[in-house]
């Protein structure tokens, strides 16, 4: 494996993308399912696909985000659950629980609908104006148009903040919009990893510096403000009654949510979150966004979470799709202290010893790699790497054994860190799915083999003809029975 002594076994400073996840396959087949790497700066780093150690470095506290993640994840989406660790984590994440639970994301479900409602009310009309085809497809930007609809659902169900990117016109967007495409909005440079991997150059003041500065004012500003008015209101209606318990939170939007079980009576004082740790929430918030004859047999255009939880196609189709491309490509924990790290089938060393645990000292990486597991040959058979929802009426028992907190898959992750967004998302998806697949037809509008995936946390697709123009999804849409 060659590449140097800076990139270590990779070839490139590429960002993690398909030619990363063809690379680390093909790493698993030649050298087997658990292997140790030389990462940037020639780090030691293992690469495993075993489900036992997974399981156990997912659900240990030996394990944290390494110092690089870390400060990636800080810079995009500041210091909320997603990056602490340890006391602080488990104190942020047990005043966040309830809002997440499968009955407060039923209540969004409403949300969802008619938000995509609007999209394809923009769509059809879009369509009956379009003169451009005389087959009656429509090319638009799919990645585009979902970016702001998902935007609006999560700016209502998120802090019950009407960002309305919709209806927003291209000389006026949404600053709360435009603040979230700044963050997300670059590629991996070679200041970008230096800077990750070389902590004083990250003080130097480029470009990209002051603009994730301005994008994290704006965003700070407007979350404040959000606080302290829903502060307001809970605390005034608490005083005309009866003191909250955190059993009947309730509330329309995730952050009143989130205010009201951090005010409970019966949460101890100690267990308080900070406003600055509730608004360090808002940005992992705000980025967090055969089945048409199943749709059409719906009788109404805005069901509810129950009617869509009972349409199993598209339960399969949602499960494939997020299987197949999981947005979040992978993960890395960092042993805090040494650990035996017990497997599922042993490895052959270079010493050709068969070993039937991995030996960690403190300060190693360990790769977490969703996307390469939720597409392994070995768990869900020969067909991995189709698109194939069947698959998921009857799943090999193999799969059983990924750690995933959803759905036998990586997709969430698993164990201590497993994302607390996974139903919203799930129940997101679902909506906006039922209402574009029901109401029309599309196709890509370019060669699937230009469809490239981006990734900076999470895949975005771009075109590999044009990379430079950024994110985009150029679809051909029409509405159904054209
Ligand atoms: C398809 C959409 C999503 C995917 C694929 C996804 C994936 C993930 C993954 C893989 C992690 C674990 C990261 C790690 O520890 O290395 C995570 C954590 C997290 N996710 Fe999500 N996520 C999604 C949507 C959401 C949404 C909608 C929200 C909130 C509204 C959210 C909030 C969080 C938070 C707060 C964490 C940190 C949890 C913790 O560390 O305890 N996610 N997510």
């Not at 799915?433 to 975005?460: C, N, T």
């Amino acid at each position: 494996m060659s590449g140097g002594l800076f990139w270590g076994s990779a070839a490139s400073p590429r960002p993690i993308d398909w030619a990363c996840l063809f690379l680390h396959e093909h790493w698993f087949e030649t050298y087997g399912h658990t292997l140790r790497i030389w990462g940037l700066m020639a780090r030691p780093m293992i690469f495993t696909l075993d489900p036992v150690a997974i399981r156990h470095i997912l659900s240990s506290p030996a394990y944290e985000k390494g110092e690089a993640i870390r400060h990636q994840l800080g810079e995009l989406v500041g210091q909320g659950l997603l990056f602490v660790e340890g006391a602080d984590h488990k104190k942020q994440r047990r005043v966040m629980n309830p809002a997440f639970g499968p009955l407060q994301v039923r209540r969004f479900t409403e949300t969802f609908v008619s938000k995509t409602n609007e999209m394809r009310d923009l769509w059809m009309d879009l369509c009956s104006r379009n003169t451009t085809r005389s087959d009656g497809f429509l090319r638009i930007d799919g990645f585009a148009w979902l970016n702001k609809v998902t935007l609006d659902i999560i700016g209502l169900a998120g802090f019950d903040y009407n960002i309305d990117s919709l209806h927003a016109s291209e000389d006026a967007p949404n600053a709360l919009n435009e603040a979230v495409r700044t963050l997300f909005s670059f590629s991996i440079t070679l200041s970008v990893v230096l800077q990750i991997f070389i902590p004083p150059l990250r003080k130097l003041p480029t470009k990209r510096v002051r603009e994730t500065a301005k994008a994290k004012a704006e965003i700070t500003e407007i979350g404040m403000r959000l606080i302290a008015e829903k502060k307001a209101a809970i605390l005034s209606e608490v005083s005309s009654g009866a003191s909250l318990e955190k059993k009947d939170i309730q509330g329309n939007d995730l952050l009143s949510l989130l205010i009201r079980a951090n005010l409970a009576s019966d949460l101890p004082e100690s267990a308080r979150l900070s406003d600055r740790d509730i608004l360090a929430q808002v940005p992992t918030f705000l980025v967090a966004g055969k089945l048409r004859d199943e749709l059409l047999a719906v009788p109404t255009g805005s069901p509810t979470e129950a009617e869509l939880d009972h349409l199993p196609y598209l339960d399969a189709v949602v499960r494939e799709t997020l299987r197949l491309h999981s947005p979040v490509y992978g993960s890395e924990r960092e042993a805090a202290q040494d650990d035996v790290v017990p497997l599922k089938t042993p490895y052959t060393g270079t010493d050709g010893v068969a070993h039937h645990e991995i030996h960690v000292s403190k300060g190693d990486l360990i790769a977490i790699p969703i996307t390469t597991m939720n597409r392994s040959v070995a768990f869900w058979g020969e067909d991995a790497h189709e698109f194939r929802p069947e698959r998921w009426f009857d799943l090999p028992e193999s799969v059983k054994e990924l750690p995933g907190a959803w759905s036998n898959q990586m997709t969430f992750l698993g164990g201590v860190h497993a994302c607390i967004g996974y139903r919203f998302s799930v129940a997101e998806m679902k909506a906006l799915m039922f209402v574009i697949a029901r109401s029309f037809e599309f196709k890509l509008a370019v060669s699937p083999v230009d469809i490239m995936r981006k990734s900076m946390i999470v895949g975005r697709p771009a075109l590999s003809s044009n990379p430079a123009a950024g994110a985009q999804l150029p679809l051909l849409i029409r509405p159904v029975g054209n």
